[in-house]
């Protein structure tokens, strides 16, 4: 624990230096000040640089850009690789991890070894990776890089160590799974071929055992040539020369047959008897033509040949279309006897794979299930069903149904939110789906012990919202929300959206939320705010519509010696404690764009409309257009339920609604809050010309410090230097900086609005783009028949504060240093039945001074975070107590004060890729991590932090992920993760019967040791392929196990594990041994049977 007590000499005391070797954080001395000295502060801070630790904990969403799909069908778990290197492992609802290849090389294939639970995965920087999937976090325990050949395919037999790797020169490899070396044995390609083939067969497609004989295996190449070698004999069995290019190959379980598909959409089937020529070949998406001809088909890029037991084969293919059917949409055709069924999808089509009972290749299939993995989703339709309905999906898969514009992020909810958006959101679901269990239900997961409420809100392109429950590390979907409803639809080609926002005039910008009262404003991409009311019950609703004006005038000269109000609006109660609800008419314009003034970019439903349970749209408002001009994109908006009321800005100014009234109370530029207190001496506010800032200092009446204009400067010129582009939806989008100033954040709180103020009243803190904030105090009644027809009267402008950048965030401590919460009210149900001895009357909560600022004295702590730096303001005498200078070379993008470990920091998010963390009030660096490389605008977008030690972001278009910078969690993540690997039994392989086994070929006796092992083969080239040993040994299992507890449950599974195998092996002898006795006896009786008949007797 460490004291901080105010030192009252005149000084403030200086928040201790950066972390070292980080030159992006510095600290400066607190600035002087004469104001009234307040009575000591003495807080205890906890939080030390030991609570923090940062680690992703889990990944959201469907994989971006998917490459590859592999299964196994013991464990039941999915993977599916990505062109950036990723691979995503699925099993049963909450087993989800991701793992990331260092190299960032696109995953080309991906292979599990059945059962054993481990993966190996092919990228494009020619290099097999081997996977470790016994513990929670996946690491990678061997690589294999090849230097001078091309990987194209591999293949892994069930239950073998050896990895047929095939190469873009045609030969094939052999690679041991367990050490990761090359084998000596190599099947060359043109001794595959015959020798007087003159030309290359081109890279291997396909590598796959033969199912009646594990010592053949069948090649095919990309020209069309098929062979199959025997492996014992070194030589070709068999080679088939087909005009066509092949894609795929897929054998009859009896190992007699194969089908392949070819790149003129036909299907062809061999028979082993007669390879000279195919027995049967189909076009079955080409019809004849009046020619005679076939239409030309486009290729089938996979098939899958799988045999049931109680009806005909099924025959799965992807593509295959005649090239006519222009527009058509990728396909998955499904051949069963002589039914054919097209499945037509919304994406194309990345890669499908049949699911099987069985993982024997020489057994008869049994497929249940297809899982199509497309571009952008990942469908799983049953098979066992004639009409093949898909499964519904416990994934959520579609974050990205509409691309995410913004999120929002809140742990520790009211624990009645999520069950009550869920019963809401479910009678939305749709239907139709397979009753049956989803199929991919491998891996153990339990609800953890630190588990608590959270949601995540992500706003869309198209207009919608979507509420997530993200308790306990998974993503549910809760509700679903359009508020394009709201509006008419705009017609095609006309409308004044279309001059703003051409393809997405709902697209959400941000988002704002109280849990409590359950009210949720939504701002949108076209200048307009849509406020929501939770409901349990449906009702018919008009919804009220306000029109603003918001718009710097061209002409305005100001100086700081007029205090008179910008001619835009004209009005003089705007300063003055009388509401103003009317905004005033627009100046008449002779421009020739005078249709398109004073109109907003949307059309409200001016009907009454019957909205359902939920989410009720209850007020509108709108930015209207100015003398030809859009309306300003808003950049900031807080909203109060205890107050009533709805604050939001943007580079024109600032405007205040009563919602309860519906009613505007301010409508003003950001200039004419300042009042006479305006820090900056301005000679023009134009916004169509550049704004002259006069040289040398100004007196600040209201802080009593010189600030120079150097400090406060418009970072316009350092953020070109950055290479990333200036833009955020909770701060400054589209605002050229030399010329507006913009409302950058907004806090309604309880607050001082001068010095001399004994008690707190509600407050608004605005802070602009030039590092400007000014404090607004207000009146508010406080009954609610008062509050529903007085008018709450908005006081002239109160405190001035000065910081270095942009302001993006405000929070409020006690005395204590304890975070004190917005006033909120109470939900309640506006439509529920009114209950006549029960009348429904506002419940207020923290409306007036909380109990502990009561006890310790008056004031509070106001925490004020830039893009530059943080300071701590002691109101009401406003002194400056801490102040830190976050960074110099880079700037702050998001800044949120939150609770961790029972306590309250400043956490900080950089766009140099700076994760930090300061304590609070004394903004003590605790950690910064260079975290997160920026690499585009979406993470700058979408990150948030969470109390609790939790932030997430868009890591793809696709894809949220979840971050702690908590130790706490960090530690406990191991608990929460689902487990990949459950001890099953391999299931025993049928009995094929003494005779099919005698002459069906003896496939049991292949070893493959004896070939590939390094006494018969020799060792590969070194020069071909390089060892790399994995960092997933024992970190690995450092990571997994975590202190002798772990240690421990690992050796007892490790021992259960050798225990079920020796019990197995112990079964098998034993059956062995009975077998032989039986065998011994029937031959002993057929010996004295026989042994005194002639031969001729037989």
Known sequence: MKKFRKVLDGLTTSSPGGTIGSPSCGSAAGTPTSAPTPKDIDIQETLVAENFQLCKTVRHGFPYQPTALAFDPVQKILAIGSRTGGVRILGRPGVDCYCQHESGAAVLQLQFLINEGALVSACADDTLHLWNLRQRRPAVLHSLKFNRERITFCHLPFQSKWLYVGTERGNTHIVNIESFVLSGYVIMWNKAIELSTKTHPGPVVHLSDSPKDEGKLLIGFESGTVVQWDLRGKKADFRIYYDEAIHSVSWHHEGKQFMCSHSDGSLTLWNLRNTTKPFQVTFPHGKIQKDGRKESCKPILKVEYKTSRNSEPFVVFSGGLSYDKAGRRPTLTIMHGKAITVLEMDYPIVEFMVLCDTPYNNEVQEPYAVVVLLEKDLIVVDLTQSNFPVFENPYPMDVHESPVTCTAYFADCPPDIIPILYSIGAKHKKTGYSQKEWPISGGTWTLGSHTYPEIIITGHADGSIKFWDASAITLQMLYKLKTSKVFEKPKPGEGRAADLVEEDPFAVQMVSWCPQSRIFCVVGISAHIILYRFSKYDANTQIVSLDVRLQCESDDVITPSENENNPCFPEPGSHSPQPHHQYPASPSSGTPEGNKDSIPCLKVKDRVVRVPPGYQAELVIQLLWVDGEPPQQITTLDINSAYGLLAFGNCSGLVVVDYLQKTILLCMSTLDLYGAADPYQRLTRSPRRNRQSTSGLTELSDNQQSIDMERSKSPTSESRENSFSRSRSSSVSSIDRDTKEAITTLQFGESYGRKTDALPTPCLWVG?????????????????????????????????????????????????????????????????????????????????????????????LAVVCSERQAKVFLMPSQSCLFVHNITESSFVLRADVVSVCNSVCLACFCANGHIMTLSLPSLRPLVNVNYLPLTDMRIARTFCFTNGGQALYLSSPTEIQRITYSQEMCDNLQEMLGELFTPIETPEAQNRGFLKGFFGGNAHTFDREELFGEAAAGKGSRSLAQHIPGQGGMEGMKVAASGVVGDLARARIALDERGQRLGELEDRTALMMTSADTFSKHAHELMLKCKDKKWYQF
């Open 768 to 860: 602009t783009s030039l590092g400007v904030v000014v404090v607004i105090p207000m009146s508010i009644p406080t009954e609610q028949e008062e509050r529903m027809e007085e008018p709450v009267t908005i006081g002239p402008s109160g405190v001035v504060l000065l910081l270095k950048g942009s302001v993006l965030r405000f929070g409020f401590l006690d005395c204590m240093g304890g975070l004190i919460q917005s006033p909120h009210e109470v939900w309640r149900d506006l439509n529920a039945p009114e209950d006549p001895d029960r009348p429904r009357r506002r419940k207020l909560i923290n409306f007036s001074p909380s109990s502990s600022q009561d006890t310790c004295g008056e004031g509070h």
